[in-house]
């Protein structure tokens, strides 16, 4: 069964630093990884995805993610972090047939200034 | 386009009562999911429609609650009676065979 695990409830980050929010998956056949980002009273927001192709995906607002098919990660990065940046990211992938997302538990990521 | 429309933002209620929530999905989208999110739980798929039939009801917690989709456009999910461990934040998201986009949700209080 394909599944998302996000290792980290919470992710502490200087403002300025770059940033990693860890993504590790468990899929059969080609992995579809979704990256959204929730803000506090706020529904769910699409970041980027990686469907094939470039394992370097870059997304909204500075983000990117890298795929590592030996490592089945998909980590979401930053090169500086923002205090805005602070929120709750999830990671996702799709179920085995159909449209369905599994999603990770979300890490929170908290930007001090 | 105004993306996924869920009214109302806001709803306090009394234990028992019924309550409606609302969802209008991106036009041209074919899939429609409820999810439920709260601070013990995180976030919960309910129910998913695609192109307006109910694909999997797996995660409706109870027979208390209830959807439907009447139409590519309109969908509701009803908890009747509500109860206060009902209280939460309820998403519907929209999609066309590829990333969902997520509406405002509605907070639902029950006392």
């Known amino acids: 069964a394909q599944s998302v695990a996000q290792p980290e409830d919470q992710v502490n980050v200087a403002e300025g630093n770059p940033l990693t929010v860890k993504c590790t998956y468990s899929v059969s056949g080609n992995p579809y990884l979704f990256w959204y980002v929730q803000y506090p009273n706020r529904g769910l927001q699409f970041l980027l995805k990686y469907i094939t192709g470039d394992n370097l995906v870059k997304g909204s607002y500075g983000f990117e993610a890298e795929f590592n098919k030996s490592q089945t990660s998909f980590h979401l990065k930053k090169p500086s972090a923002l205090v805005s940046d602070s929120a709750l990211y999830f990671c996702a992938t799709y179920m085995d047939s159909n449209y369905q997302l599994i999603w990770g538990a979300g890490t929170k990521l908290i930007i001090k200034p | 386009d105004a993306g996924v429309i869920q009214s109302p933002r806001h709803e306090v209620t009394e234990m028992g009562q019924e309550v409606t929530l609302r969802c209008k999905p991106i036009?041209?989208?074919?899939?429609l999911f409820w999810y439920r999110q709260t601070m013990m739980r995180g976030l919960e798929l309910l129910i998913y429609?695609?192109?307006?039939?109910?694909?999997?009801d797996s995660g409706m917690p109870e027979d208390r609650f209830s959807a439907k989709m009447p139409n590519a456009s309109f969908s509701t999910l009803k908890i009747q009676p509500s109860e206060p461990r009902d209280s939460a934040v309820y998403f519907c998201?929209?999609?066309?065979?590829?990333?969902?986009?997520f509406g405002p949700g509605t907070r639902l209080t029950v006392t």
């Open positions: 998201a929209s999609s066309f065979e590829g990333e969902q986009y």
């Open positions: 036009s041209g989208h074919n899939s």
């Open positions: 429609f695609n192109n307006n039939v109910p694909i999997d």
